[in-house]
């Protein structure tokens, strides 16, 4: 297939990168052993490399041949895993299966290890055409393709033995209980479809069939609750600091939202506060009903006015914290503590960024090289891009310092180091200059001062917040 691509490219004059996962080369983990689950871990890798690749030849787009009938396999493995981890074996169908559809496009990138880098853009033109219409139209029009042999042994990956169970296809390289839990998912599946559908409409249509017609009533159900949860967060949200979400818990309590509805707007604001990878499940607390759940019943019920903040703030996954505050006429924040009196004041819910565990990855990024060899190279009037805690995007203009910085940095090589690093409860970036032979020796370069989360301007560096409320 690295053959054919090749040649494919040359011939339409398209430049060709062929790159292979270096497997125990760090961030990529082993490559795991025959019989080891490899699916879960290629899929990071393959999304690691591709991200690499994205920044090494400054690509902003990325296009991915995935179709229909994708869609239909992720709504099978989607119930398949709820099935399998379920006590009793039944089947939650809820708001997990609006998730398992993709969206034709999005924003996408971050690495999965917070690895430096940038958000770029993921278009899936194809996720409305169904692979058969796909080879029917190649055929017609005598376009080469190439199908990949991998893709039909069903024990290599779950995707590929749903695959092959759902195309009717031998699958005896498949252990027992294996082939019954898929089968049994999908007569589940189709009977969720008829039922959603109306059996009179489709009694006896095929199977495939009727799953594709459900996907595509799932994927406009997505686009709705999408709607949704955007007028939603307009509806409760207030002003907060960056990167943060402050919901109006007056408003929360008045509503009377769906479950669907509960989890959906959940899953948003821990996209967007979370440090996990941008597009990663991790960001969403895992899609675990149960996380989703304890969030939901803590901020869509009343407040207890006569806690604190901190005794009241809890978590629930993707490294994001939720506290009442109160918020006041000014609209400044105010920690809530009994026998606090503001005038008329309002108590809020502030979802923000948890402060890292002493086994995670430290949030402080040396930038001392690269600013050094930036310096070295003074005719470069490039800024430096960088990627900050999977939050914020720094570009840094090394030429702009101040010139006893720069002096300081270029002249003292091993007791001078250049660091952006978190401040505050809220986690905000700044960029510090120490050196280490002068006591106190911390000089702010730009970032956020503690108070107040404003951003402390200086023409060399600029900093934004990169991670997007919106769907996409």
């Known amino acids: 297939m690295t053959a054919r691509c090749r040649e494919l490219s040359a011939s339409l004059g398209i430049p060709n990168v062929a790159i292979s996962i270096p497997w125990s080369q760090p961030p990529f983990p082993p490559k795991p052993l025959p019989g080891q689950a490899i699916e879960e871990v290629a899929r990071a890798a393959r999304s690691q490399l591709l991200f690499d690749a994205m920044q090494d030849h400054e690509c902003d787009v990325l296009v991915m041949g995935h179709h229909a009938d994708d869609q239909v396999e992720t709504a099978l493995m989607r119930l398949l895993r709820q099935s399998q981890s379920s ?40 996720m409305d055409k169904w692979i058969d219409r796909i080879i029917a139209t190649c055929k017609e029009n005598d376009l080469d393709y190439v199908e990949d042999a991998t893709n039909f042994n069903p024990a290599l990956t779950p995707r590929n033995a749903v695959r092959a169970v759902l195309a009717g296809r031998e699958a005896k390289a498949l252990p027992e209980a294996e082939l019954y839990d898929i089968q049994n998912v999908i007569g589940k599946a189709r009977s969720m479809a008829l039922d959603d559908h109306g059996r009179k409409a489709m009694p006896s249509a095929r199977t495939a069939g009727v799953l594709r017609a459900w996907v595509g009533r799932l994927g406009e159900a997505r686009v709705k609750l999408d709607d949704d949860v955007d007028r939603l967060l307009s509806q409760f949200s207030a002003p907060s600091p960056p990167s943060t979400i402050l919901l109006r818990a007056d408003l929360l309590q008045k509503s009377n939202l769906s479950k669907f509805h509960k989890h959906a707007l959940v899953r948003r604001i821990l996209r967007f506060v979370s440090p996990r990878a941008w597009g990663s499940v991790g960001a969403e607390a895992g899609g675990r009903t149960e996380s ?145 032979k002068r ?27 990169v991670r997007e409320l919106s769907a996409l």
């Not at 809820?94 to 770029?120: C, D, Q």
């Not at 430290?362 to 070295?376: G, M, N």
Request: charged share 25%.
């Open 292 to 436: 989703l759940e304890r969030i939901s019943e803590r901020i869509f019920h009343e407040v207890d006015i006569g806690m604190s903040s901190d005794s009241a703030k809890f978590g629930a996954g993707s490294d994001v914290l939720w506290k009442p505050v109160v918020i006041g006429n000014d609209e400044q924040i105010h920690p809530l503590r009994p026998g606090l009196v503001l005038p008329k004041p309002k108590v809020g819910w502030l979802a923000y960024r948890s402060r890292p565990r002493a086994a995670e990855k430290s949030t402080q990024l040396d930038v001392t090289p690269i600013i050094r060899d930036r310096l070295a190279n003074p005719s470069s009037r490039e800024g430096i891009e960088l990627l900050w805690d999977c939050r914020f995007a720094l570009t840094l203009k090394p030429w702009l310092l101040p010139d006893d910085a720069k002096a300081t940095i270029t002249g003292d090589v091993g007791g001078v180091s250049v660091t952006v690093e978190p401040v505050g409860e809220w986690m905000l970036p700044k960029v510090v200059l120490r050196e280490a």
């Open 87 to 126: 006590q009793n074996g039944t089947t939650d169908s809820s708001v997990n299966l609006h998730h398992a559809i993709t969206r034709p496009y999005r924003r996408w990138g971050m690495g999965f290890k917070s690895e430096p880098g940038s958000l770029g853009w993921a278009g899936l033109p194809g």
């Open 439 to 465: 006591r106190n020796g911390e000089v702010p370069l730009g970032g956020y001062p503690k108070r107040h989360g404003k951003f402390m301007g200086s023409p060399w560096v600029d900093i934004r917040f």
